[in-house]
Structures are given as structure tokens and as C-alpha cells.
């Protein structure tokens, strides 16, 4: 029985530029829960992902601890991780077609995850790849299955990796945007598709995504993400209907439609780059209700219900933030250099 997934104060650095581009991360994942980890581009959630897998690009060294039931991932051999990925831990990427290999049919890239961690025939590996194949949505799997990456669609090809992922029935799914390319009445059955594995075999899922209405129908609890640090979380209901972090707020407000205007509100500004980071509050550059002390004093997650926190020392006032507050404030320039 898998006792899931911890994640203790998690840092991410570019070694040869020195950037801190996640920061003190702690989040856990229990069997057949779902956390859901948004933000905007660049927040650092996709490197968090990679991080649980070994899968960092050249440079970048984690730091911290991070547990799968009990083994420390980040101290493991690469050989014992390799044995991991897949079978335990699986992943779906958020680029399929670099993902897939070019020249091998889509069942048998499907069988070959099945066999590499089962020990099966390849018969019964390839009859299970078409059956995982229709599970995912694609038509005449089994005429499918002998199709290379490159005659599928961007969306079809999402499909591929998603199966694959799901192929040797892992007990965590990462999963880095896995609706991103999908219509919205395949990204519902995508949506269904986990949560039934997750009732069925206990699966956790890392959902990340910088789409709520996705994270809202999935998880149960909600991490938001703003560069390289967690915010906020909570339950997924807390969270969405009763945030307290100015920027969740944005968030919330970004998707929810303006009647008076009949448009969508924005967040003015951009988050700072690695290397240009406040000592203070993150976000106070942007932020309608700063003041000097968020810019200048750290700001930890403090607890503002049951199960749910935030990086905010005017959590009182955020509460009555609206989306007119966002669109009438202009951003300051954060002059502060060194403070990733």
C-alpha cells in the first residue's frame, strides 16, 4: 500500500547562474488524493514535477527532501530511480511530440511501458495498449496502435502520453498540463478518466495547470504557486471560493467575466525573474493592497482556517478585493537585485 507523496522544503537552484527558482516548496500527496499546483508561466510548477522524478535539465540541483513511501528520491541511485519511473511514479509531459519516439507505432510504445515493468507477453502487452488507447478516447485503437506519432494530431498525440502513463498502473501521477491540447468534451473524459483511477486503484495525482476550472473539477486540495514559492493552499473549495492571498484572488478574478465590462480582468504587472526577487512579499510589486512592510519583511504561510494557509499579512483586507481593484492598479518596478 502506497503511503504517498512528501515534499520538504524543496529548493531548486540554476547552479552556474546561482537562481533560486523554487524556493522552501512543502506539499504531500496521500494515496488516491489529488493536489492541484497552479500559477502563471514560469512559477516553477513543471520544475517541481521534474524534480520528483530526477528529470531536472542540465544546471539545475534540488535540495531538501522528498519522500514516495518512504525512500528518499533525491538521494536515490539513478539505476533504483529508473526502476521507479513508470512502474510507481509516472509522468505525463506537457510537449507529447518531443516525448514520443519518432519512429516506434503508438501501441507498441504503449506495450513496451507494459513490458518493462511486467513481466508479459508482447501479445497480451499490445492488446492492453489498444485497450488503454480506447479508454483515452481514440478511435479504432487497434488500427490505430499501428500508427507512428506524427499522424496524430497534437491532441491525439496528448492521448498517447497520457496512456503511457497510465500503462503500468502507477501509484502517483505527475501530471504537467495533460488537458492543455485537448477539446473541452475530450478534456472531460480525460478528467473522469483520472478521477476513476484515482477511486479505483488509489492513485495520487500532481495536477499542474494554470487553468482553475480544470484543478477545480479534480483535486481535492489546491497549492497556488507564485515565483517559486507556495502562496497559498487548502481545500480545493476553501481556496477557490474563500482565497485570503491577494493573488489567488487575481487568479480567480482572471477567469471569472466582468458582466458591467463584458471582459476578463488581468493581473497588471509580471512576476519577477529569478535574480530580482524581494526580500519582502513576492507579489507586493503587483499588489493593490501593499505596503511597506510586505516589501521588506519575509512573509511565511500562516494558518487562516482549518487546513488552509497563506503568504499574506493583510489577509483581513484581501477578503474585499475585487477584480475593479486589479485593473486600476499599476505596477511598481521591484528595483531589488539578488534576493531569489
Not at 539545475?60 to 526502476?83: C, Y
Not at 507494459?114 to 501479445?123: D, L, Q, T, Y
Amino acid at each position: 500500500m502506497s503511503k504517498g507523496l512528501v515534499v520538504d522544503d524543496l529548493s531548486i537552484t540554476f547552479n552556474r547562474q546561482q537562481l533560486e527558482v523554487v524556493n522552501e516548496l512543502t506539499l504531500q500527496i496521500g494515496p488516491g488524493e489529488a493536489l492541484g499546483l497552479v500559477g502563471e508561466s514560469g512559477s516553477g510548477k513543471s520544475l517541481t514535477a521534474r524534480a520528483i522524478l530526477g528529470l531536472l535539465p542540465t544546471g539545475a540541483v534540488a535540495s531538501g527532501k522528498v519522500t514516495f513511501d518512504d525512500v528518499s528520491l533525491l538521494d536515490l541511485p539513478l539505476h533504483e530511480m529508473q526502476k521507479l519511473r513508470g512502474a510507481r511514479i509516472a509522468m505525463i509531459f506537457q510537449d507529447p511530440m518531443s516525448s514520443l519516439n519518432p519512429v516506434l507505432r503508438v501501441g507498441e510504445a504503449i506495450a513496451q511501458v507494459i513490458r518493462s515493468h511486467e513481466p508479459v507477453g508482447s501479445a497480451d502487452a499490445h492488446r492492453r495498449a489498444v485497450d488503454l488507447m480506447d479508454r483515452v478516447g481514440i478511435r479504432d485503437p487497434k488500427e490505430r496502435s499501428r500508427a507512428y506519432p506524427h499522424q496524430f494530431s497534437g491532441g491525439m498525440r496528448q492521448r498517447i502520453m497520457i496512456a503511457m502513463a497510465l500503462a503500468a498502473n502507477p501509484a502517483l501521477l505527475l501530471a504537467d498540463e495533460p488537458t492543455t491540447a485537448l477539446d473541452v468534451v475530450v478534456q472531460a473524459g480525460i478528467l473522469r478518466l483520472l478521477t476513476e483511477l484515482r477511486h479505483e486503484k488509489g492513485m495520487g495525482l500532481l495536477l499542474v495547470s494554470h487553468d482553475l476550472a480544470v484543478v477545480g473539477r479534480v483535486s481535492d486540495r489546491v497549492a497556488v504557486m507564485y515565483a517559486g514559492q507556495i502562496v497559498e493552499e487548502g481545500p480545493t473549495s476553501e481556496v477557490l471560493l474563500r482565497p485570503h492571498m491577494p493573488y489567488t484572488i487575481g487568479l480567480i478574478a482572471c477567469v471569472r467575466r466582468d458582466r458591467a465590462q463584458a471582459r476578463l480582468t488581468s493581473i497588471p504587472g509580471t512576476p519577477p525573474p529569478s535574480g530580482t526577487r524581494s526580500r519582502g512579499c513576492r507579489f507586493a510589486s503587483r499588489c493593490p493592497l501593499a505596503i511597506d512592510a510586505c516589501r521588506s519583511t519575509p512573509v511565511s504561510l500562516a494558518h487562516v482556517g482549518p487546513d488552509h494557509w497563506a503568504r499574506c499579512i493583510r489577509t483581513a483586507e484581501a477578503r474585499n478585493l475585487t477584480p475593479v481593484d486589479f485593473a486600476s492598479h499599476k505596477p511598481e518596478l521591484d528595483v531589488e537585485q539578488g534576493h531569489g
